[in-house]
T-cell receptor, first 111, second 114 residues
Framework: DVKVTQSSRYLVKRTGEKVFLECVQD?????MFWYRQDPGLGLRLIYF???????EKGDIPEGYSVSREKKERFSLILESASTNQTSMYLC??????????FGSGTRLTVV | GNSVTQMEGPVTLSEEAFLTINCTYT??????LFWYVQYPGEGLQLLLK?????DKGSNKGFEATYRKETTSFHLEKGSVQVSDSAVYFC?????????????FGKGTLLTVNP
């Protein structure tokens, strides 16, 4: 089975900190995605990548950046964490035209 | 652009009841359609999918049929169990080009009581 591993299940960070969320997949998938999930808003796409060093903005990229130096790893970076970035963050990977495989999520709290 | 509308929850049922969660979509071309399930404290798991009109996806007793004429992909199960309690998301991926992104509905919380 494809595995998508997110490095932390729970994180607590202070306002203004630089935060790194890591995601690794083990099936050579081309596409990787970062979503945030909030009650009443569903899943919202932050950034995605369809190849190494390639990235595209999703629907809510403000305050975030990403890095994809290797095919299996896709990092989400909060340049200066703010309380409105408290959320569940979900990473996913896929082949073109197929459904996603999701990680277990990272619940980030910014205090 | 693409969009997915699914019925608002929460939905509360008794064990062995019949389940329907409605999902309709707007998309150009011929999208693929998916249902995902999220159990408490976990990420999303693919439940079933359909890639062309009139296809029926099925898994774990759940079914959904891709209806192009009504742009719908309703999720059904004949007899729900307590273990089916979860959030269910309908999603679509566009056809061709860079349309490999999934567009999700807002999710429907299902609670099944014994």
């Amino acid at each position: 089975d494809v595995k998508v591993t997110q490095s932390s299940r729970y994180l607590v960070k202070r306002t203004g900190e630089k935060v790194f969320l890591e995601c690794v997949q083990d099936m050579d998938h081309e596409n990787m995605f970062w979503y945030r999930q909030d009650p009443g808003l569903g899943l919202r796409l932050i950034y995605f990548s369809y190849d190494v060093k390639m990235k595209e903005k999703g629907d809510i990229p403000e305050g975030y950046s990403v890095s994809r130096e290797k095919k299996e790893r896709f990092s989400l970076i909060l340049e200066s964490a703010s309380t409105n970035q408290t959320s569940m963050y979900l990473c996913a990977s896929s082949w073109v035209g197929y459904g996603y495989t999701f990680g277990s999520g990272t619940r980030l709290t910014v205090v | 652009g693409n969009s997915v509308t699914q019925m608002e929850g929460p939905v509360t049922l008794s064990e062995e009841a019949f389940l329907t969660i409605n999902c309709t979509y707007t998309a150009t071309g011929y999208p693929s359609l998916f249902w995902y399930v999220q159990y408490p404290g976990e990420g999303l798991q693919l439940l079933l999918k359909a890639t062309k009109a009139d296809d029926k996806g099925s898994n774990k007793g759940f079914e959904a049929t891709y209806r192009k004429e009504t742009t719908s992909f309703h999720l059904e199960k004949g007899s729900v169990q307590v273990s089916d309690s979860a959030v269910y998301f309908c999603a679509l991926s566009g056809s061709g080009g860079s349309n490999y992104k999934l567009t999700f509905g807002k999710g429907t919380l299902l609670t099944v009581n014994p």
